[in-house]
């Protein structure tokens, strides 16, 4: 006989629902950025996901940075300088 063991826990924090959105209007200049966390390979993979986002909503702008070091925040300065450039950023996260 087998006897399979779920090693799942159960959640110790209540779910909270992922609420935030992008409403997408092409009918004005839009710029996405992408930010790379530094891990290796992470700047191709967010070349990627720009270049993906771009032939899917044709028209946009993407910018893209790097923060550099995977084991530290981003600073206040980047971050800024991203916001004051973009409407949206997807930022790569893990490795």
Request: hydrophobic content about 45%; charged content about 20%.
């Amino acid at each position: 006989m087998i006897h399979f063991v779920d090693p799942r826990a159960q959640p110790s924090a209540p779910v909270e629902p992922y609420e935030l959105q992008w409403d997408v209007d092409l009918d004005t200049p839009q710029v996405v950025g992408v930010l790379a966390n530094g891990f290796p390979d992470s700047v191709p993979f967010c070349d990627e996901v720009g270049a993906a986002l771009a032939r899917r909503l044709p028209g946009i702008t993407v910018r893209a940075w790097n923060k550099g070091n995977a084991s530290a925040p981003a600073s206040d300065e980047l971050l800024d300088a991203i916001a004051g450039e973009v409407s949206v950023c997807v930022a790569a996260y893990g490795h």
